[in-house]
């Protein structure tokens, strides 16, 4: 089945820093999806992005199919925003969603 | 904004007790899916749920396990027989094309 890789498995910033988060994905893809879990486990969503970039906030997110990876930018980033950062694709046999490992970010003050 | 809605947040369950989890879809929705996460390990795959059947189910999801649609509004999960292993976040998932997929906050199970 599908391989979803994701680095850096840890990162730890100051408040204020910017970080790229990256997902590597063995095979062609009809869904991507950026997920951040928050403390109190609940999964939300940041982005649905099988290809190309979109923006939300200081978030970013790119997509490049063709070369099988996503990137997800975090800008300035704030206390708020530590937390375990998931990307998930679909298992091309039908709609599951395939998970990594995840990102575990930590931003102190 | 519509959100996928659980209940209950939290349920502790002796084992070898049944328990039913609980999730409202988004209205229009049409895909359906569970996912556990066992504590501290990634999200996995149970089953989706499409047109009143289920259209894809993982190893995990074996004869303990079933899903239903009772109403137009409510999705289930139920573990017959539940194991200390059963022990995880179960995530409801609903989705209108079998694309994107919206989360529901979560049901998390202790078994003691």
């Known amino acids: 089945g599908i391989q979803v890789e994701q680095s850096p498995p840890d990162l730890i910033l100051q408040e204020g820093a910017n970080s790229t988060l990256r997902c590597n994905f063995s095979?062609?893809?009809?869904?991507l999806q950026w997920f951040h879990q928050n403390p109190w486990g609940q999964l939300i969503n940041l982005f649905y992005i099988p290809s190309g970039t979109k923006q939300n906030g200081r978030l970013s997110a790119t997509t490049v199919a063709t070369e099988r990876y996503s990137l997800l930018y975090i800008s300035s980033s704030q206390t708020t925003d530590s937390g375990v950062y998931f990307c998930?694709?679909?298992?091309?046999?039908?709609?599951?969603?395939?998970f990594g490992k995840g990102t575990t970010l930590s931003v102190s003050s | 904004e519509p959100e996928v809605t659980q209940t209950p947040s939290h349920q502790v369950t002796q084992m070898g007790q049944e328990v039913i989890l609980r999730c409202v879809p988004i209205s229009n929705h049409l895909y359906f899916y569970w996912y556990r996460q066992i504590l501290g390990q990634k999200v996995e795959f149970l089953v989706s749920f499409y047109n009143n059947e289920i259209s894809e189910k993982s190893e995990i999801f074996d004869d303990q396990f079933s899903v239903e649609r009772p109403d137009g509004s409510n999705f289930t999960l139920k573990i017959r027989s539940t194991k200390l292993e059963d022990s995880a976040m179960y995530f409801c998932?609903?989705?209108?094309?079998?694309?994107?997929?919206?989360f529901g906050p979560g049901t998390r199970l202790t078994v003691t």
């Open positions: 998932a609903s989705g209108t094309t079998g694309y994107e997929q919206y």
């Open positions: 998930a694709v679909d298992d091309q046999a039908g709609t599951a969603l395939i």
């Open positions: 095979d062609s893809v009809n869904n």
